[in-house]
């Protein structure tokens, strides 16, 4: 055969094994070479030669399975699946020097290579997204919780959130339940829950502490700090008199 590429005799010879499916399977496994090759070269019309041929293959097994064997379909069919193989064999030497110059373009481009790269640099941003959203979480997180009340009260502000008239500023260690419902991000059964831990914790010793023993979501820290204050000191008995009035017998 004569030289087709600049890549040598050698070389297309290497790269034309492909053929054999077609040439030394007797048309069982011909379709793998067109499969092949249009994977190889990208070409479509390689792939529906491949699909044709698979096709045939596969007809010619389910009719001599059916067909008795002395009945002349039976034979009609097994001269076409010889046809189909002849046929194949042409068909993959007509197509060889197409597939082997677009080969040795596609080589020479370095298409490989830039396939790969792109590859890993998607790969990478997709990593490199998905730190850094994690990261930028965490950092929000952190930030909030450890924020003081007027500082969520001057954010609120600026970013028209709330006006200043609206910030109801309660003590979380004497507010009743009421008062406590009131709170945006709070509501009236949380609060039943603030106050039972609060009894039980003998009051909150700061907003970290608020945060951690309610296990209070992300969402909520910026919405609900603005309004509750944190006393240095407390007493417990002012807690449990913030409960309701104390009758003596």
Same mark, same amino acid.
């Given at each position: 055969? /004569?030289?087709?590429?600049?890549? =040598?005799?050698?070389?297309?010879?290497?790269?034309? @094994?492909?053929?054999?499916?077609?040439?030394?399977?007797? =048309? /069982?496994?011909?379709? @793998?070479?067109?499969?092949? /090759?249009?994977?190889?070269?990208?070409?479509?019309?390689?792939?529906? *030669? %491949?699909?044709?041929? !698979?096709?045939?293959?596969?007809?010619?097994?389910?009719?001599?399975?059916?067909?008795?064997?002395?009945?002349?379909?039976?034979?009609?069919?097994? %001269? *076409?699946?010889?046809?189909?193989?002849?046929?194949?064999?042409?068909?993959?030497?007509?197509?060889?020097?197409?597939?082997?110059?677009?080969?040795?373009?596609?080589?020479?481009? =370095?298409?490989?290579?830039? #396939?790969?790269? !792109?590859?890993?640099?998607?790969?990478?941003? #997709?990593?490199?997204?998905?730190? !850094?959203? #994690?990261?930028?979480?965490?950092?929000?997180?952190?930030?909030?919780?450890?924020?003081?009340?007027?500082?969520?009260?001057?954010?609120?502000?600026?970013?028209?959130?709330?006006?200043?008239?609206?910030?109801?500023?309660?003590?979380?260690?004497?507010?009743?339940?009421?008062?406590?419902?009131?709170?945006?991000? @709070?509501?009236?059964?949380? %609060?039943?829950?603030?106050?039972?831990?609060?009894?039980?914790?003998?009051?909150?010793?700061?907003? $970290?502490?608020?945060?951690?023993?309610?296990? @209070?979501?992300?969402?909520?820290?910026?919405?609900?700090?603005?309004?509750?204050?944190?006393?240095?000191?407390?007493?417990? $008995?002012?807690?449990?008199?913030?409960? =309701?009035?104390?009758?003596?017998?």
């Amino acid at each position: 055969m /004569a030289q087709i590429t600049n890549k =040598g005799k050698a070389w297309e010879l290497r790269n034309s @094994i492909w053929m054999l499916w077609a040439i030394l399977t007797f =048309g /069982a496994l011909n379709y @793998i070479s067109f499969f092949y /090759a249009s994977y190889k070269v990208k070409r479509k019309k390689w792939l529906f *030669a %491949a699909i044709i041929y !698979s096709i045939i293959f596969i007809l010619t097994m389910v009719v001599t399975e059916v067909v008795p064997i002395e009945h002349w379909f039976y034979d009609l069919t097994l %001269a *076409a699946y010889f046809i189909g193989w002849i046929f194949s064999i042409v068909h993959v030497f007509k197509i060889r020097p197409e597939y082997l110059l677009r080969l040795e373009a596609i080589v020479s481009s =370095g298409y490989k290579e830039k #396939e790969i790269e !792109s590859l890993k640099r998607k790969i990478s941003q #997709e990593y490199v997204t998905t730190i !850094s959203n #994690e990261d930028a979480q965490k950092s929000i997180t952190s930030t909030t919780i450890h924020k003081q009340p007027k500082e969520f009260e001057q954010e609120a502000i600026k970013e028209n959130k709330i006006s200043p008239s609206d910030i109801q500023i309660v003590n979380v260690n004497t507010a009743s339940e009421q008062e406590l419902a009131k709170v945006p991000g @709070i509501g009236s059964i949380f %609060a039943k829950k603030v106050i039972s831990v609060r009894n039980q914790e003998n009051g909150f010793k700061s907003f $970290d502490h608020f945060v951690e023993i309610l296990s @209070i979501k992300p969402h909520l820290i910026e919405k609900i700090k603005p309004h509750l204050n944190f006393p240095e000191s407390f007493d417990h $008995d002012v807690v449990k008199k913030s409960e =309701g009035r104390i009758v003596d017998f």
